[in-house]
Structures are given as structure tokens and as C-alpha cells.
């Protein structure tokens, strides 16, 4: 149990790599010899993620382990295997990573915390806690939080703890009949939805809870607990569970074509095929915070593409000022840590991409947060860019900090560009 908790976690980032911010222009012209565009394929291949290229590079690339058909569903692995990229870490505490695993077992108690707030998700991540331990996997948890029965929901891991033994959420519900964790790995797999919160241990149900308190929480960071002893978490898999489709699979319904735009956006076998360009495809309603969700594929080598968000209202004049999420599958050097331009799931200008995942002529997720001024994103589950825009604020992204909502934009770029979306799906997140 928890009576102080961690309340200064430092937004700082650890990894192999040094991240570039990139300033490059928002559209390029084609190369002079561009391929040819391939031909989309009737029956789109499963989604797959490149294995770590046989050259030496610095980040060791360890494929997510999550099936085609959760990655669809939107699962993303909040842990990479390797680092604490996309934590937010606390110095009073050893955490660090050994076999594969997050460890703390020295130092003060204290939350390795996630840096983005979330509402209604399934979380599932698998612990192994030492003899006499203590520690937890921390809900919805408030900034400064102190009280785990009104700032949290704290779902113990703890056998010898005198009220609330692991399962239970201290201060708010007991959980019983619950077998012994200690010394062997296990899996929690949690829902949080509404005031319901439900929680499987190793497949069986443990939680069945519906806060009627009356201090609920509907919003709040994930937080990974050292309280005492060691304790160890991997396999650390988050999906949004309240998604609207932006695309409804048969025709352009919600969506605009910006004044201007050369590209041609139809629907052919239940995704948007774009060709040419250079042009875009926007949402008619705007968005601030939420969790994206794109499954894109280019038809062709290297092509470029891009998804903008929070941007301004397309104009001819003006197309595309917002955000961009980059699509674009080119690396040099046969270096997977090298990106042509930028990288799939770069902020185009802002953080490039620290590993290229997805190939070309292949299906891709795309996973994009953004909430205030924190971004993440994800390509086939594993993440690339963990960024906060730190720039004076502005009405146009391009040129400062927006918070506000604004569209989300499809690029078509160039006269080479041959691309689909098969699946727009996004979660907007909301706030205490």
C-alpha cells in the first residue's frame, strides 16, 4: 500500500539513440528517376514488422509481441524491450532494464509513469514481484497524487500486506481468494471503462468493481510501482477502448477534399486509394487530445505520404497547416536507425523517427497520441517518437505550439504517390 506517492517523475527520455529534430521542406519534388508505383494487391498482406537488419546499429529493434489481429485492434507495447524510451522516469529510483524486463529493486519508493493521461483502456502486462515485496500497477492516476483512495486506482501486488493482499485497489476494494504471486512471472490484464474496472490474473477474474465512491476517476497516468523489494514488468500492451471511425468503408461520408488539391481520392475495396498530388483528404470535425488510429500502405518504394493533425481548415493557399505525422518507409545505409525523410510516424520537422518498422508494399499501423503538448507514436505496435513541443504557442503548427483542436489531413504529396487507408479510428481522450 501507497501513502506517499511519487510526485515529481522527470520528463526525461532514455534510449541508445540521439533523437534529430528535423527542418526539411513539408513537400519535396520527385526525384527524377521516381519508380513506378506497384499496383495495390486485391487481398492487402498480413501486417508484419521488419526483424532487426543484419547491419550494427545502436537500438536493438525487438519486434512487439502482438498478433496482426490486435494490432488492428488497436494494441500498442508501451515498453520496447530495451530502454525506458516513453516513460517518464523518476531519478530516486534504480529503474532500468534487465532481460528484457523493467526492474527497480533499490532506492527510494516511487512511479515509473506513463507521460500521457488515459480514460477508458484495456491494459495487459505481465510482473514477477520478489519474496516480500511490494509494489503495484498504478490506474488513472491524478498529478501530485498522495491518497490511493481518491488521487489513483492502485491494484496491489503484494501477498503479506495485512488489508489489501495483490489484486485488491488499496483504499477502495478488497480483493479475495486471490492466489500468491511471489517469485514466479504473471499477468494482469485490466479494463478500465467508465466507473468499471475489471482485472484478470493469469486469465482468471479477480476484480469486479464499480466505483460508487465519491471520489471517481474517469482519466489519469499509468504508473508502474517500486514500493519495497524487487519487482519486475514486461509484455506492457495498452489498446483505447472507446474509438470512432473516421472512415466509414464505403464512401467519403465525414470527409472533404481542400480546395485546390491535385490528388484523387476514391474508394476502392473498402480503403481511401490516393494517387497524385499534391493534395489532401480532411475530417470535417476537429480534434484536440485523443489516440489515432491509421492503417496505411505504399504502393511503391520510398514513396512519400503524411497524416496532419490539429491542423488549420485546408485552404488552396494554405492546404496543410498542422501537425504531420510522416509515412514514408526509405532508410540509408541499409541502417533501419537511419531514416531517408524523417520516418513513418515522425512529427515531420519536429522528431524523426528512431526506427524505421514498416516496409513498403506492405500493410502498417500507425498509432498516434496527442494530448497538450506531448505526442507519441507508434508504427505496428512499437514506438518511435516520444516528443513534447516545447515552442511558443501558435494558431499554426507549423510555426508554434497548438493545443486547440483542429482536422485531420491525408496527404497525397507528389504525382508518384500511390497509397491507401483502410482504417481511421480515433479515441478522444478526456480529462478530470
Not at 131 to 156: C, I, M, Q
Not at 358 to 367: K, Y
Request: glycine share 10%; hydrophobic share 35%.
Amino acid at each position: 500500500m501507497t501513502i506517499n506517492l511519487h510526485t515529481s517523475a522527470r520528463a526525461f527520455f532514455v534510449s541508445t539513440l540521439t533523437f534529430a529534430i528535423v527542418g526539411c521542406p513539408s513537400t519535396h519534388p520527385p526525384a527524377e528517376n521516381a519508380p513506378v508505383p506497384a499496383e495495390p494487391t486485391s487481398t492487402p498482406p498480413a501486417i508484419e514488422a521488419t526483424e532487426e537488419p543484419e547491419a550494427e546499429v545502436s537500438l536493438k529493434f525487438v519486434k512487439p509481441n502482438l498478433s496482426d489481429t490486435e494490432l488492428r485492434d488497436g494494441w500498442v507495447s508501451l515498453f520496447d524491450g530495451t530502454t525506458l524510451f516513453g516513460w517518464d522516469v523518476p531519478s530516486e529510483t534504480n529503474w532500468h532494464v534487465e532481460d528484457g524486463a523493467i526492474v527497480a529493486d533499490s532506492g527510494e519508493r516511487s512511479l515509473l509513469l506513463t507521460p500521457f493521461a488515459f480514460d477508458d483502456f484495456q491494459l495487459r502486462c505481465d510482473f514477477h514481484m520478489g519474496a516480500a515485496g511490494n509494489s503495484g500497477v498504478f490506474l488513472r492516476t491524478a498529478e501530485g497524487a498522495s491518497n490511493p483512495a481518491k488521487d489513483t486506482y492502485e491494484l496491489n501486488i503484494c501477498d503479506s500486506h495485512e488489508s489489501h493482499k495483490t489484486g485488491s485497489l488499496v483504499g477502495r476494494h478488497i480483493a479475495e481468494n486471490v492466489p500468491t504471486v511471489e517469485g514466479d512471472w504473471h499477468t494482469f490484464d485490466i479494463r478500465c471503462e467508465g466507473l468499471h474496472i475489471s482485472v484478470k490474473l493469469d486469465g482468471q477474474e479477480i476484480v469486479d468493481f464499480t466505483d460508487q465512491s465519491d471520489a471517481p476517476r474517469s482519466s489519469g497516468r499509468i504508473g508502474l510501482q517500486m514500493n519495497s523489494g524487487r519487482i519486475a514488468f514486461r509484455n506492457i500492451f495498452l489498446r483505447p477502448l472507446q474509438g470512432q471511425a473516421l472512415f466509414n468503408g464505403t464512401d467519403l461520408a465525414g470527409l472533404r477534399e481542400v480546395p485546390g488539391s491535385k490528388s484523387t481520392f476514391e474508394v476502392e475495396e473498402g480503403a481511401i486509394h490516393v494517387t497524385n498530388g499534391p493534395g489532401f483528404l480532411e475530417t470535417e470535425d476537429s480534434f484536440d487530445d485523443f489516440i489515432l488510429h491509421v492503417e496505411a500502405r505504399v504502393n511503391g518504394e520510398a514513396l512519400n505520404s503524411g497524416v496532419f493533425f490539429r491542423a488549420m481548415a485546408g485552404t488552396e493557399k494554405a492546404p496543410s497547416h498542422g501537425y504531420e505525422m510522416q509515412i514514408q518507409n526509405g532508410y540509408n545505409d541499409g541502417d533501419r536507425t537511419k531514416p531517408a525523410d524523417s520516418g513513418s510516424g515522425a512529427i515531420f520537422r519536429r522528431a524523426a523517427a528512431r526506427y524505421v518498422v514498416a516496409n513498403d508494399n506492405e500493410w502498417m499501423v500507425e498509432t498516434l497520441i496527442a494530448q497538450g503538448d506531448r505526442f507519441a507514436t507508434f508504427v505496428n505496435g512499437y514506438q518511435v517518437v516520444n516528443w513534447q513541443d516545447g515552442r511558443k504557442p501558435d494558431e499554426n503548427p507549423r510555426r508554434g505550439q497548438r493545443l486547440k483542436a483542429g482536422h485531420i489531413s491525408l496527404q497525397g504529396h507528389d504525382p508518384t504517390t500511390n497509397l491507401d487507408f483502410r482504417a481511421l479510428r480515433i479515441h478522444e481522450l478526456t480529462s478530470d
